[in-house]
Structure formats: structure tokens, C-alpha cells
């Protein structure tokens, strides 16, 4: 089985000879660089410039000759070993041979997702030393790993959010094939893998677009990174292609199962179509024979995006759910700077709301956005239209000292909200080493060597993100923020898969283990019964009341997260799992202070 995806653009192997295709609307003349060989690049219209050479085989390399005196990568690149400002190289994508021709995909309630940054993962930071932890992950009950943001970013260290070529895989991981065979392997142990692709920003170091497409960008959309893509100006159609073409590049090519779009509330697209839209149909309607899942992030709490067609995503799967996170930080935590203010006032009923109705907040008030109405009414959406997670990338490395939450809650009660997240129907999400409490933090990194004032940049742009926080105000600062730019800050980040082998780790990944293995037996078949509502309480001060119903029956979660004992029904129902402080009655169940119990009823 091979596999290739056909582009418009870039350097594609035809039976004439490799063709090479450039948009570039505001260049006055390109020359195509080839083994040192140069060629004039003839106009196609349109602001296109395509050239086919007969000779050129794969593993040449090339650059584009901009008027005269830029030399720069292909922005369709499938690879580049040199880094972002290198030459290209020509791939053949059929060269990979895949073994998993019988690979169609997973349902999604069955997802248990790991998130994984591929240069900390392992020691190596490779996708073949990311391969050999899978068989360990399978063993756990995850169901697909995660990979974030591969596209090919400035120096040898970065979160992926810095991309500037999205169609080239970084070389600090591997090669494309390597990338390959790790996603062969997965689907060959049942796990299917997802990518983060950001569509709505490139990084501040490489991108050279201006230089010969200045209208791939437009002053009429700001985001927080400068001028936002041009998707619905006059010469919108290449630049929607571009995203389009990536989104099935990576399904296609590269058999992914599914991706996660980053930060799409800073998409902006005042055209008839939404670019969003155009993306999910155009994957939806090239791939229907396959199981094809697509998750979004969205501050902005859209919930018209996860509407069901006949019990099934019209456009995207799911969303990662911020609010779920912040509800039980909150909770865990005592937390109340910054977005957290938002949920420190109700911890409790906001939780409830996020497990019983997706969104806790759907149009009320933001008072962390100044009052700014947030969100969409999202309860008549299922519990699989949320990914739900207690730790990520983003709420980890964001904080100035990269703590996991391992660090900053007591045991016991992270025991509760651990398995308050996968036991509920919602889709779980753990971000790596979460499983066994890992020591390592994960910081915030970046490698702009070639580059000092950028460097400089960063770490000032670093420090002042955290001066409006208690822990860092003033001149004499209690802490001193980890510097982003420094290959030490990387380092620490690595994660020690032998703490897993040995206490505590080992304890909690068994726990992990058995909450998963729960999971799949009881939760995901009920799962799969259609979705009939749900519904929350707060019978007591701290204590919580949770109810999912599907034509296959009910389940229940009641916690305490009060001072005081409180006391639940149980009559009906049958324990699936209940906390080591929680007394078990014939009718009742007496919770103590952080603790619960997870209830279900089948219908025969």
C-alpha cells in the first residue's frame, strides 16, 4: 500500500518530471534553484508560476529565486533537513510502503487520547523512539496518541506552535518516512494517531511569504500575531487551498486519523463560507469510507460547529473543553488568577454544568473579558462532542514554572477528579508522563539562536506575561522564570519513563490502568446507546450530583467537595468505582470531604 496526496502547488512527481508550482502574486520575477542549477519560473496566471524539468529525481534539493536576490524554500515544502531557511527537498511520497491497508480508522467513544510532545517524550526526542513507547501506551487504555504541531519550525527546539512551513515535518524528529512508520505501527497496535495543525498564525522566524505573496495576509483581520490570513479577500481562493490542501496532505498522505486545529477562535473569515467549514466538508467528502475525526479549540465556545446530522459530526467532532480544566484547577487548586477567576466563584455548579452540558459558560458574562458575553448554548450536544482533560500542553507549560498538576493538588483529591475524567461519557485527553504524576515539569522553549533579538524578545515578552501575577510582582520577584530560549529549560522537560516502574509512579498508572480498563468496558458500549440528556445538582454546599442518560441505560457521578459528610442514593444502581473514603449502604452511599462514587443502570 502506497499512499501520496496530489497538490497544486509545490514539487510534484509526474510522468513529464518533477513539477514545480509557486503562488507568488507580488513577485516581480522567480527563478527555480535546482543542484545549483537555475531556471526561470514562466508566469501561469493568477499570480502562479510553474516549471516541470524532466531529470530532477527525489532527494533533490531547491529554493525559489525571488526577484533576484531572495532565496527562498518552497512554502509547500514536504521536507527540510536543513531548516526552515534551507533548500527543499523533492520527496516521493509513494516511496513508503504501508502495512496497514486495513486500517479504516476507530469510532470516536472509544478515544482515549494522549497528547505528546515528540522532542520531550523520549530521551532520543524522535518519532522512532516515540514508536517504541506505544505497545507500553496500548497497555495503559490509551486509544490515540496526540502529536503536537510537526510543522517545520525555526531551530532544534519548540512547542510546534512556531511553524512556518506546514507541509514539511521537522527534521529534528526524523524524516518524513520515519514519521511513517511511526503512524504504521501505531495503527498496527489499534491506536490511532492525531496531529495539531495552527492554521491561524505562522511563527514569528522563517516565514517568508511576504517577500513574494503579500496578499496571503490582509490588515483587515488582526490577530494576536499581526495581520490574519487572507481566506476571503479577492485573492482569497489560493490561500483557502493552501489549508485545505494540508488538512487532507497530513489525512492522506500520511494516514492520520484525525486532527486538532489550534486556537480557531483567531480564524477569522467574513466570507460566505467559512474557511472552517470548507476544510471539514472537503475531508468529510473525500474520505468517507474512513473514520476520520476533527477537534477543535475554540475560547470561543461555538457549539454550532459539533452539530449532529442522524447522530453524527456534520463538521467537527468535538472540542477541547477549557472549561472542564478550569472547573476542577479551580476546585483542586484554590487558584483565582487570571482565566481562573472566571470559575473560583462556583467551582462546584460550574463543574457540574461543563459534565452535564459541555459549555459552563454559554453567553453568560465573561468577568475575566470584562464582561464580554462568552460561548453558545451547548446541552443539546452529547457527551462526545467534549474532550475533557485535567492537564494539556498549554495549561501546564503556561504556567512560569511548567508545574504539573501532580505538583500543586494533595493525592487524594487528585485521585477524585482523575477519575471523575474517565469515568464521565466526555472524550479524555491526558497529556504524557500525567499517568504516573511525572516530576518533570513541562516549560515553555523555543530556539532562536540565529537570532538574538528575538531571543532577547522572548524571554522580556515571558517575563512581563507573569508580572501581573502575585507570585512575580514587584522588582524583587519570589521566583525567577525558567529563560524559554535556554537548551537547560528544554532538558528539564524530558520525561524519566522509569518513574512509572517504581513508587509512587507505579501506583498511580495501575490505578490509570484500571480506571481505563473500566472505561471501555462499561462506559464506551454505553456510550454508544443514543444520548438522551443529562443533568446536574448541588444537593449540598460542595457536594455534586450528575446524571447522564442513553437508551442503554444511566450513569451517575456524586462527589463531596465540602467540609461536611454528605450522603447520596444508591438504590437501583450498581458501584462502578467509588473512592477508598466512600461507605457503601444498601441506599446510600456517605461521601466524606473529597470523595464520590460513579453509579450506573443498564437497560436490559
Known sequence: MRRAHAMPFGAELTEEGVRFSLWSPTAREVRLVVEGESYPMPEHGAGWRRLTLPRVRPGARYRYEIDGDLLVPDPASRFQPEDVTGPSVVVDPAAYEWQDAGWSGRPWEEAVLYEVHVGTATTEGTYAALARKLETLRELGVTAIELMPLADFPGRRNWGYDGVLPFAPDSSYGTPDELKRLIDTAHGLGLMVFLDVVYNHFGPSGNLLHAYAKSFFTDRHKTPWGDGMNFDGAEGGPVREFFVHNALYWLEEFHFDGLRFDAVHAILDDGERHILAEIAERVRSALPERQVHLVLENEANEARWLARQDGQPRLYTAQWNDDVHHCWHALLTGEDDGYYEDYADLPVARLGRCLAEGFAYQGEASQHRGGEPRGEPSAHLPPSAFVAFLQNHDQIGNRALGERLSHLAPPDRLALARAGLLLSPQIPLFFMGEEWAASSPFLYFVDFSDEPALSDAVREGRRAEFARFRAFAGEDPQIEIPDPTAEDTFRRSILDWTEATRPPGATIREEVQRLLRLRQEQIVPLTRTAFEG???????????????????????????????????????????????????????????????????????
Open 534 to 604: 443529562a443533568s446536574w445538582s448541588e444537593p449540598a454546599p460542595g457536594a455534586l450530583e450528575v446524571e447522564w442518560r442513553f437508551a442503554g441505560g444511566l450513569l451517575r457521578f456524586a462527589a463531596n467537595f465540602g467540609k461536611d459528610e454528605v450522603r447520596s442514593p444508591v438504590a437501583g444502581t450498581a458501584v462502578l468505582w467509588a473512592s477508598a473514603a466512600a461507605e457503601i449502604g444498601t441506599d446510600l452511599v456517605r461521601l466524606r470531604p473529597w470523595s464520590g462514587v460513579f453509579l450506573t443502570a443498564l437497560h436490559p
